[in-house]
């Protein structure tokens, strides 16, 4: 009888994770297909799903998980992604999360690979206008949340505006991860760590021993890939030494890491200038991270397979830093922020991220879509549905590259 019962508790668990992955991998797919505007507006997107819809973590703990990938190198919105999947049903959620986020636009640049010919043009299209502009109004949303209940009092939203102010005067990876230590410290100092020591508690099912496993992994195949690839020529492995090396090394991750992967894949004459500008078009126009640009260069790449197979072999090697970084990380990052003193630095680091999201609405978001009254008009707009009439956003993405289509 025992067994018996044991048994089905047995299949009843299974059938709960089978029914959670099933559910990341629905809610990243459709997130995948709809998520254009890049990585700032991707946690835009997050956040409206995840934090207002369907309430699996609060903005607190969605802003902590923000702050540790914009720390960590890498493609900072699809770690987001893989740690959301994470809390919300384990490995598999986080595997499901990226399938679901990452799939669509790397199956689209491979395609985009084998017709690359057609694709003049792209980058002056209305339609991917009129998505750059949505990304306006959904990366303001973002921001106007998470300024109300992250910097809601004065302190706090003088650090915001700072960190913003900071950002934008030093636009580079790197400044980012100094504004937002910088933010930790000032919390630190000056928050109370008995104010605001609420929240809903994040427990990441990853082992210690995992996580250090992961971080192992990572620094052994960064420094032994070049090795490797010295003592074993062979054309598959110095493409996935290429592109791992251009994962693990990008802070910021979505535009900034081009210029690593131009200087992969150029200089050795693997991919033409003139094929690397016309995949950058097509990254433009496809949802999801940017990092799937990679599947594009290696489906076009004279290294390598080529074809499918040498675009998800790159694919695979740009995105294995992310996954064994932000594991390797998140069991740590889930017991300092229980700590005291750590909510105070947290307080901080959360509203520093929120001065960085508001100079990233600004610049690239702003600068590089509204040009003019009509697309300030389309960007308020996208904001009065999403703000007020809280229509959802694959609509309003829609509609924004209709209208861009036939006006713009």
């Not at 507006?41 to 540790?68: I, K, S």
């Not at 990008?250 to 693997?270: D, I, N, Q, R, S």
């Not at 999801?288 to 489906?299: K, V």
Request: glycine share 12%.
């Amino acid at each position: 009888m025992e067994r018996e019962m044991a048994a089905t508790e047995e299949v009843a668990a299974e059938e709960r994770r089978g029914g959670l992955f099933l559910e990341v991998l629905g809610v990243f797919t459709r997130l995948g297909l709809t998520s254009f505007g890049g990585p700032v507006a991707h946690l835009g997107y997050f956040r409206t799903e995840l934090v207002e819809r369907r309430r699996w973590l609060d903005d607190r703990a969605y802003a902590d998980v923000v702050a540790l990938c914009q720390f960590l190198p890498g493609p900072a919105s699809s770690q987001t992604g893989i740690a959301l999947g994470l809390l919300r049903a384990g490995l598999p959620g986080a595997l499901a999360a990226w399938l679901g986020f990452t799939m669509p636009s790397a199956a689209l640049m491979i395609a985009f690979a084998y017709g690359v010919t057609l694709l003049g043009g792209v980058a002056d299209a209305g339609w991917l206008h009129g998505l750059k502009i949505v990304a306006v109004a959904v990366v303001a949303q973002a921001v106007l949340g998470m300024a109300r209940s992250l910097a809601p009092d004065r302190p706090r939203a003088t650090i915001a505006v700072v960190a913003a102010v900071l950002v934008l005067l030093w636009p580079t990876a790197l400044a980012q991860v100094g504004v937002i230590a910088a933010g930790g410290l000032a919390g630190w100092r000056l928050l109370g760590a008995e104010s605001d020591a609420g929240g809903e508690p994040l427990r990441f099912p990853v082992s210690r021993r995992l996580a250090l496993g992961c971080w192992a992994l990572f620094f052994a195949t960064l420094l032994g890939l070049p090795l490797l690839r010295e003592a074993w020529p062979s054309q598959g492995l110095a493409l996935f030494d290429s592109f791992y090396r251009a994962g693990s090394l990008v802070f910021g991750g979505g535009h900034v890491v081009l210029p690593l992967l131009e200087a992969e894949v150029v200089p050795p004459g693997w991919v033409t200038p003139d094929a690397f500008i016309a995949g950058y078009g097509a990254a433009q126009a496809v949802p999801g991270p940017l990092f799937t640009f990679a599947a594009y260069l290696g489906a076009v790449s004279g290294a390598g397979p080529g074809g499918w197979a040498g675009g998800l072999l790159a694919l695979a090697a740009i995105f294995l830093p992310a996954w064994l970084l932000v594991i390797g990380a998140l069991p740590f990052w889930g017991e300092l922020r229980a700590r005291p003193d750590a909510q105070a630095a947290l307080r901080g680091v959360n509203a520093a991220v929120v001065g960085v999201l508001l100079a990233a609405l600004y610049d690239p978001v702003w600068t590089s879509a509204v040009g003019g009254a009509a697309d300030f008009a389309l960007a308020l707009v996208c904001f009065g549905l999403l703000v007020v009439w809280k229509a959802p956003p694959w609509a309003v993405v829609v509609l924004a590259a209709v209208v861009g289509g036939l006006l713009l």
